[in-house]
């Protein structure tokens, strides 16, 4: 079913924020493109003789305005990375390219760990230890050999409390020992059975490399070659590279914080991939890619510290009233979009339960509940979004709607970005009544969401319910295996039996690319490997 | 023959200095109001920041604990008393210690020393073309008032007014850069980067200054001594430019100071956003976006310190425009 919004009644948050990496401003292109006809008609009967010029793209459009077809290939980030330090924090512009500069002990494709830097995923030996086998062939883009003292190095200055990185790992490790050339012992301050996860965002660097980090030395496919803070960095194929040679030698990042920009620097041949384009952009641009598998969920958090959704009844009438699939119908398509089943994170990763479906479609069923927990006409705020991810603020528009005929009373306020993260930040009784949020996967585990919403202690949760703390610290302390699935899969059921939330609809990586590359995504968003890129012939 | 009517100020004159005594005491004065302002700005914006965001959890990744929310924030300083946080940032300001970004780790001063000479570039740019355009438009609207062309001209100028810059500066790029190929989209680096965006930043000014200088002008052509030297038979041009033109610097000045700091301290965010350049106005949505406190502080610290001197030469301009104007 397609949903049309009713505008009516719905208050409006802040204006929109500029350069969101899902913004969209649908009306403002409407406009945009009506004024641009006007425009344009004034200029063509204005300059007769200047139709010639235009024809030739690549004259007098600047030195880069359009992309020779054997040139480099240029991505288009949405803005500026923190710095070219890959273990100060999580910043996905830097992830961008700075992550084909460096490796790490693992890599996460498509929701599974590989080994990448190591010979075989690392093993266990205690419950606070590890050991892991390093490659023997690895060089630097130095020329250096790449060896256990470099690994130590790089994860002793990540966890280093002095060095101060924010870098969610950055507390998974207590301490390192070089066991010989090429291995190493990790230590974890408790039982932790994703490191080998946690490793893949653990970038490797020569020993004492950490005082030049703006001069990077890693042993990924390719080498910084410049950067100019602000606007571009420019990466070339590294000749030390041990593995095959990306048919790409050369990738231009260019730093565009307006999204509407983005679209238009593809248009115009500028660039070659805008990741993260909106449905709504999908006609605009030459070709849409997207990932095999979905990479963000979109979720409805509900505070259960106090009415309406402290009752159970209320929680799931919450689920049954939402059309999932009409939603995804409306704004996206099932190529782009799946139903989310009933846990936080993304499908198809780690420790998730494949038994769980997403709640069906049923407001008589919504209805039935609200009735039996007398909360029909019950009222609250629901903080939705504006500028901050895909289509948000029409899609919260629609989810409002769908709750007000179930029976709920709604008031919807939409944020921009700041506003997001004053309240997804806002946790226990104090937050949001019912908040729209997204969750990506960076570590291939359901386990950073599990913790962040279910444990009253979370870092984003309202939620709180003795027994799920009980199963989620239970799930959380079993080693990697099938006890760990098991005791995950009872506590993922119980949190969707108890509706702790809400979640709506999956969606995969979207790319705007023009014709003349070829790309197959299968890292996490954060990570989109450029190294896959190729160029296509003709 | 009375005397040609001319816009005067008549600002109070220090007692016991005369000359360039007076006008140097005027302007120490001047900047005095000036650095009060300035002391005021920085500490609004001081007291907005801290009580609207929350840095520390907008650095930390989703699942941080309690520790390290309590070790970043107390590395920051931001566990200290908002007291104690003040008076540690008044001293910097007086020193001209910006402090370190905590989004670009590095400190506030070189990333303005940076990016601040884009954004006067690109508002020098966008203000020299306001004022020649809106000149050019603003004088020939008055020639003829109430004429189908002072019509054209006027509602042109409504409508440069009303339009918001982040929609002309996508129209623009739609049509020079995207259907036409003339222009790059975005970027710095070559002359054809600086078009688009200078155009996008005139527009509303352009408008502006047209609206002032026909206002100003139909005024000036109104009086006596201009219907002298109609009468006297010299020419229209000689007439505009010798006589009316001269009469009306004052309010173009006015005008002109303003766009250009309004450019400065607004208009150029959006602009800069929309085009990628990389001044202080991008800068500043970043800041903002991140909730980079020091970042912030030190961007409206230095452009509020850029207002009042602009505004001090602007005044003093006012007095070379016009020797009877004091300062």
């Known amino acids: 079913m397609v949903w049309a919004i009713d505008a009516s009644g719905r208050r409006g948050g802040p204006a929109d924020s500029p350069g969101g990496s899902m913004s969209n401003r649908p009306s403002t292109r409407r406009r945009t493109r009506g004024g641009a006809l006007v425009l344009a008609g004034t200029l063509l009967i204005a300059a007769c003789g200047g139709g010639d010029d235009a024809d030739d793209s690549s004259a007098d459009t600047g030195t880069d305005a359009a992309v020779a077809p054997s040139g480099p290939v240029v991505i288009s980030a949405s803005g500026e990375p923190e710095s070219l330090d890959p273990h100060r924090s999580s910043d996905p512009t830097q992830s961008l390219f700075m992550w084909e500069i460096y490796e790490s002990l693992t890599s996460i494709e498509n929701g599974e760990v590989l080994p990448l830097l190591a010979t075989e995923l690392p093993t266990m030996t205690s419950d606070t230890t590890w050991e892991v086998s390093i490659l023997d062939d690895v060089v630097f883009s130095d020329g250096s050999a790449l060896d256990a003292a470099d690994v130590k190095y790089s994860l002793d200055r990540i966890s280093n409390p002095d060095y101060g990185s924010a870098r969610p790992e950055a507390k998974a490790i207590s301490g390192t020992r070089v066991v010989d050339d090429h291995t190493v012992e990790i230590s974890t301050p408790k039982l932790d059975p994703l490191l080998p996860n946690k490793l893949g965002n653990l970038k490797i660097m020569p020993e004492g490399k950490g005082d030049s980090v703006d001069e990077p030395v890693g042993s990924g496919p390719y080498m910084l070659e410049s950067y100019d803070p602000g606007s571009q960095a420019v990466i070339v194929f590294n000749p030390e590279f041990r593995g095959e040679k990306p048919q790409v030698d050369e990738i231009v990042v260019k730093f565009i914080p307006d999204a509407e920009t983005r679209i238009q620097a593809l248009e115009a041949g500028e660039v070659d991939l805008v990741p993260n384009i909106s449905p709504d952009d999908f006609d605009r641009v030459p070709k849409v890619i997207t990932s095999e598998l979905p990479v963000v969920t979109f979720l409805l958090r509900p505070n259960n510290y106090h009415p309406p959704f402290d009752d159970v009844r209320v929680r799931q009438a919450l689920n049954y009233a939402i059309d999932r699939e009409g939603i995804i119908e409306t704004f996206f398509s099932e190529d782009t979009a799946v139903a989310s089943p009933c846990q936080p994170g993304v499908p198809h990763t780690g420790d998730t339960n494949d038994d769980l479906e997403p709640y069906p479609y049923d407001p008589d069923k919504a209805r039935e509940l609200l009735e039996e927990a007398g909360a029909v006409g019950a009222s609250f705020t629901f903080d939705g979004t504006t500028g901050v991810s895909a289509l948000d603020r029409e899609i919260n528009q629609v989810i409002a709607q769908q709750l007000e005929e179930a029976g709920f009373k709604v008031e919807l306020v939409l944020n921009d970005y700041t506003n997001y993260i004053e309240r997804i930040y806002g946790t226990g009784e104090s937050g949001s009544d019912l908040l729209y949020a997204f969750s990506t996967d960076s570590q291939a585990s359901l386990e950073r969401e599990v913790m962040a919403y279910y444990l009253p202690t979370g870092a984003a949760s309202t939620f709180s319910d003795d027994r799920l703390t009980e199963l989620v610290q239970a799930a959380a302390g079993h080693p990697q295996g099938e006890e760990r699935q098991a005791a995950y899969d009872e506590m993922l059921e119980y949190a969707c039996d108890e509706a702790a939330l809400a979640t709506l609809f999956s969606l995969k990586g979207l790319y705007g690319a023009s014709d003349r590359i070829a790309y197959e995504p299968t890292g996490p968003v954060t990570a989109p490997q450029l190294s896959r890129i190729e160029l296509v012939e003709g | ?327």
């Open chain 2, 1 to 327: 023959m009375a005397a040609p009517a001319v816009l005067v100020r008549r600002p109070p004159r220090l007692r016991g200095l005369t000359g360039r005594s007076a006008r140097s005491a005027a302007i120490g004065r001047r900047l005095v109001h000036g650095l009060i302002v300035v002391a005021a700005v920085a500490t609004v914006v001081f007291v907005v920041t801290r009580m609207t965001s929350d840095p520390v959890r907008r650095m930390l990744p989703i699942d941080a604990t309690q520790e390290q929310y309590d070790e970043l924030q107390a590395q920051l300083g931001l566990d200290r008393p908002l007291v104690e946080q003040f008076g540690s940032y008044a001293g910097d300001l007086v020193r001209f210690d910006l402090g370190t970004s905590y989004w670009l780790n590095r400190p506030v001063t070189d990333l303005l020393a940076d990016r601040l000479p884009q954004t006067l570039l690109l508002v020098t740019a966008a203000t020299g073309l306001a004022l020649v355009g809106g000149v050019l438009l603003g004088v020939t609207a008055s020639l003829r008032p109430g004429s189908k062309r002072d019509r054209v001209l006027s509602a042109g100028a409504m409508l440069g007014v009303s339009i918001p810059q982040f929609w002309l500066g996508s129209v623009l790029i739609l049509v020079f850069a995207v259907n036409l190929g003339w222009l790059p989209t975005s970027g710095t680096g070559t002359w054809k980067h600086m078009v688009l965006p200078t155009i996008a930043l005139a527009l509303p000014s352009i408008a502006r200054v047209a609206q002032t200088t026909r206002g100003a002008m139909i005024e000036e052509l109104g009086t006596s001594h201009i219907k002298v030297a109609h009468a006297k038979g010299l020419p229209l041009g000689y007439i505009v430019g010798r006589h009316a033109l001269r009469n009306v610097l004052v309010p173009i000045t006015t005008i002109v100071g303003y766009e250009l700091t309004y450019s400065l301290a607004g208009a150029a965010v959006i602009v800069e956003t929309v085009f990628a350049w990389q001044g202080i106005g991008y800068l500043t949505i970043q800041a903002v976006r991140r909730q980079d406190l020091v970042l912030l502080q030190g961007i409206v610290f230095a452009i509020a310190l850029l207002v009042v001197v602009l505004n001090l030469v602007v005044d003093v301009l006012y007095t070379v425009i016009d020797k009877r104007i004091d300062l």
